[in-house]
């Protein structure tokens, strides 16, 4: 029977996976449970906005409609028992006058206009509106108890009030602003003590909000429900994962115990035994190619709420309102959730490879181009390092071959990023040439290299490093999954090429990767050089090609303005051009520099030499009010 200590660890084992489980599937809820918190809120406050929008457009309706009664001193009408005669404006002497026709009128102020508007016709639009004043000139016209204390607050500077508030059981969304006093008023409101600029009154409206919460709560149960929807969905996903995952946990335990039971018997029992062994190990692969198989599914799966995450953050980093300390913290997200990404992508890589699914998507590819733009993705990282980042490419390799773009750049993304990680001082060489066939026949080939200054790697480790899951140094001094190099070596020998390492330890490292070399076109038309681009890289020529006479840079020659010319942009491109800097997506910027040619032509040729010089850095700068780039 096994031992009592090896049927503890297994139980240990299952108990943490189950212990795993519970907080994913709590970790889900809990996501899901802040962002349905937060959408209710944000959802409350849209219809509040739009709420106190109509309160506003109708408040500034009654605004023009009173401004146009007193621009003409009020409007005659005739006497009638809907409109009679005012006793408040007995005051008047021009109140009341007759045609010479016999017709008799009688004057209607501002405020009896508009309080006879809202009291005839104010069911067509559903506002209630009044104006009304501590010292109204109509007793009826006299504030409630809401409307005087806004008044009150007028005096005392406020510039708007604004309530959630029930009138006869239904809820409304009360607004009130002063209304100053005005020469115009003077004809019905001087004997009451008013000056022009003198606070007589405000302007009150009321916004039924019962419909907008009908919407509101319309629009927020189809999106709880599609939440509540995917979060149901991500607990079966979750819980299912688990359960499989505790079954095998279960199976290999249960398969070990049998073989340690078998392995205590005579060697009889060995022989009678062989062949349940044989099926305990087809069983054992079976299960290993379901965990592969199994991992590259739940990659994908992990990948999409990822991105989602991802996506979202740089969005709201880039929100005009955010502040910095948000922009700080979404950051801090971005940065982690890349890692993480990074992480879930050599899984999924490896368990592509493991269960047999990886395959070439051969095409054309622009070799110095790829070469460059692989380089430049990890240039921020080898500066923060303090480390030169150089590409040889030598003059007589084609621009275009036959290749896998995606994994000729995954190769040399890994090597360069390894060589980075482990080099503590000093540069790491990208080199690019061609590889001579031999004199019996056959194809050249591209030979690229990545040599560093770093710490090197000890013999004992050399034929370990392409193995996964190992890592050369001590346990806990680097970081990673120790994927990196065997998913190199597999995209490596998937294109028919090899792999090599030569390594000082305590001198650097230098890994060799050559792979055919077909070239997309004719060869003697791309013997041309390809243009080169400044990366912000050290980049030179092979060696024996003689270069080019030093000269001045045409993005060091910039007009003295050139950052009083950026920040006179309009605010729309200023905002795209500082985006499209920070993403460092150039065709964006090739865009954005032909519509700016059309605005300022002196500016242009200066912006595009620092653009295609990938000064990034000083463009932004410049922008931001840091002077001339």
Request: net charge negative; with cysteine; charged share 25%.
């Amino acid at each position: 029977m096994p031992a009592p200590a090896t049927r503890e660890g297994a139980d240990r084992r299952i108990r943490r996976l189950r212990l795993y489980l519970v907080l994913a599937l709590a970790g889900w809820t809990a996501t899901f449970g802040g962002l349905s918190w937060w959408l209710v809120g944000h959802f409350q406050g849209l219809t509040l906005e739009l709420a106190y929008q109509e309160a506003r457009a109708n408040f500034n309706k009654d605004q023009a409609f009173r401004f146009w009664g007193t621009l003409h001193g009020g409007v005659y009408v005739p006497v009638s028992d809907q409109t009679p005669r005012n006793p408040y404006l007995a005051h008047l002497p021009e109140r009341d006058i007759t045609t010479p026709g016999g017709q008799e009128l009688t004057l209607m102020n501002p405020a009896y206009m508009l309080r006879q508007l809202n009291e005839q016709f104010g069911d067509l639009f559903g506002v209630r509106g009044n104006i009304t004043s501590l010292d109204p000139l109509r007793p009826e016209n006299a504030p409630d108890d809401w409307e005087r204390d806004a008044l009150e607050a007028f005096e005392d500077g406020v510039d708007e009030r604004l309530e959630v508030a029930y009138i006869e059981q239904e809820p409304y969304l009360r607004y009130m602003a002063p209304m100053e006093t005005d020469r115009g008023c003077l004809q019905c409101h001087a004997h009451q003590g008013y000056q022009v600029g003198d606070i007589r009154g405000g302007v009150s409206v009321a916004v039924p909000l019962s419909g907008y919460q009908a919407h509101e709560e319309v629009a927020m149960g189809r999106t709880l429900g599609a939440f509540a929807g995917i979060w149901l969905l991500g607990l079966l996903g979750l819980g299912y994962s688990g359960q499989r995952v505790l079954r095998d946990a279960r199976f290999q335990h249960a398969a070990t115990r049998e073989i340690q039971r078998l392995n205590e018997g005579l060697e009889q029992r060995v022989r009678e035994r062989t062949a349940e062994l044989e099926q305990a190990r087809q069983s054992a692969e079976e299960a290993n190619r379901a965990k592969s198989v199994f991992l590259a599914n739940m990659s994908h799966e992990l990948r999409t709420p990822l991105n989602a995450i991802l996506g979202f953050a740089r969005l709201a980093g880039q929100a005009p309102q955010a502040s910095p300390d948000q922009r700080e913290q979404l950051g801090f997200v971005e940065r982690n959730g890349e890692h993480l990404l990074s992480l879930i992508n050599d899984v999924l890589d490896m368990a592509k490879i493991e269960s047999g699914r990886q395959t070439l998507e051969e095409g054309v590819v622009d070799l110095p181009r790829t070469l460059q733009d692989a380089l430049e993705a990890l240039r921020h990282r080898a500066e923060g390092r303090g480390l030169t980042l150089t590409l040889e490419v030598a003059e007589d390799l084609p621009r275009h071959i036959l290749s896998d773009g995606r994994k000729l750049r995954q190769i040399v993304i890994n090597l360069v990023s390894n060589a980075v990680k482990y080099t503590d001082a000093g540069r790491v060489v990208l080199s690019a040439r061609r590889q001579t066939a031999e004199p019996s026949g056959g194809h050249d080939g591209l030979l690229l290299a990545v040599a560093d200054t770093g710490r090197g790697i000890p013999v004992e480790d050399q034929d370990r490093v392409f193995e996964p899951f190992v890592q050369s140094g001590r346990v806990g001094t680097t970081e990673g999954t120790g994927l990196g190099l065997p998913i190199t070596r597999e995209f490596v020998e998937l294109m028919g090429g090899e792999i090599g390492l030569e390594s000082t330890s305590g001198e650097g490292s230098r890994f060799t990767v050559s792979l055919p070399l077909v070239p997309a076109v004719d060869e003697e038309r791309e013997r041309q050089p390809a243009p080169r681009r400044h990366l912000g890289l050290s980049y030179r020529y092979a060696e024996g090609t003689p270069e080019p006479p030093a000269e001045v840079h045409p993005a060091d020659r910039v007009p003295e303005d050139f950052g009083q010319r950026l920040q006179a942009l309009p605010a729309d491109q200023r905002r795209a051009l500082a985006q499209a800097l920070r993403a460092g997506d150039l065709d964006a910027l090739e865009a954005l520099v032909r519509d700016i040619g059309e605005q300022d032509a002196v500016l242009v040729p200066a912006l595009r030499a620092q653009v295609q010089a990938f000064r990034y850095q000083e463009i932004l700068a410049a922008l931001n009010g840091g002077g001339g780039a």
